[in-house]
């Protein structure tokens, strides 16, 4: 596997380590592009990744100016290029790690709520225990006002029910698909999203 490339703002072109085998699935270049570009300015805003991996996405992120992120892994390995990744960006000050297994992770991360961008990138067959996850942010009162959560799956799983929130988008490229949740009642109702070339 290809080392990532951080792909535009202050970091661009930058490689990322990932952690050999396959635990990690770091989301594919073409894919982070195009959420990227849906996802518009996102200066200032705090993150929240979940099932953080290599952070390829919240590194992302702060390249493109976040001012803070929450980053949820427990694999040794991946934990490992985390810091090391986080250290030659120069953003440890940006970056809390929380190294526990979700769910028992969300206690410490959301003592840096309220966060305004969510990503939550399972295992694909891990899709449910992950809705429960984002349900559980939404019982502890993490979200910020406008806040928008980024949930990964498989293009052949429907987007999985999740109290409190709301689908607003959803974009398929590929095996890969990425539904767009917001808090409450201001989710799009109609066409379920669509499909990239």
């Given at each position: 596997m290809?080392?990532p490339?951080?792909?535009?703002?202050?970091?661009?072109?930058?490689?990322?380590?990932?952690?050999?085998?396959a635990?990690t699935?770091?989301?594919?270049?073409r894919?982070r592009?195009?959420?990227?570009?849906?996802?518009g300015?996102?200066?200032?805003?705090?993150v929240?990744?979940l099932?953080?991996?290599?952070?390829?996405?919240a590194?992302?992120?702060?390249?493109?100016?976040?001012?803070?992120?929450?980053?949820?892994?427990?694999?040794?390995?991946?934990l490992?290029?985390?810091?090391?990744?986080a250290?030659?960006l120069?953003?440890?000050?940006?970056?809390?790690?929380?190294?526990?297994?979700?769910?028992?992770?969300?206690?410490?991360?959301?003592q840096?709520a309220?966060f305004d961008l969510?990503?939550?990138?399972?295992?694909?067959?891990?899709?449910?225990a992950?809705?429960?996850?984002l349900e559980?942010l939404?019982r502890?009162?993490?979200?910020?006002?406008?806040a928008?959560?980024?949930l990964?799956h498989?293009?052949?799983?429907?987007?999985?029910?999740?109290?409190?929130?709301?689908?607003?988008?959803?974009?398929?490229?590929g095996d890969?698909?990425?539904?767009?949740?917001?808090?409450?009642?201001?989710?799009?109702?109609?066409?379920e999203?669509?499909?990239?070339?």
């Amino acid at each position: 596997m290809s080392a990532p490339r951080v792909i535009a703002g202050a970091f661009r072109g930058r490689s990322l380590k990932v952690p050999r085998g396959a635990v990690t699935r770091p989301t594919g270049a073409r894919v982070r592009e195009a959420l990227f570009n849906v996802l518009g300015n996102i200066t200032g805003v705090k993150v929240l990744d979940l099932y953080a991996g290599s952070g390829a996405l919240a590194f992302e992120a702060l390249s493109r100016g976040a001012a803070h992120a929450v980053l949820v892994e427990h694999d040794r390995a991946a934990l490992t290029c985390i810091r090391e990744n986080a250290a030659a960006l120069g953003v440890e000050a940006r970056c809390a790690i929380v190294p526990l297994p979700l769910p028992r992770a969300l206690a410490q991360a959301t003592q840096h709520a309220p966060f305004d961008l969510v990503f939550c990138d399972p295992p694909w067959a891990d899709l449910r225990a992950a809705a429960d996850t984002l349900e559980d942010l939404v019982r502890r009162c993490a979200l910020g006002s406008g806040a928008r959560l980024v949930l990964e799956h498989s293009a052949r799983d429907d987007v999985p029910r999740v109290s409190g929130l709301e689908p607003a988008d959803r974009r398929v490229w590929g095996d890969t698909a990425v539904a767009l949740l917001v808090p409450g009642d201001r989710g799009l109702s109609g066409e379920e999203g669509r499909t990239e070339p």
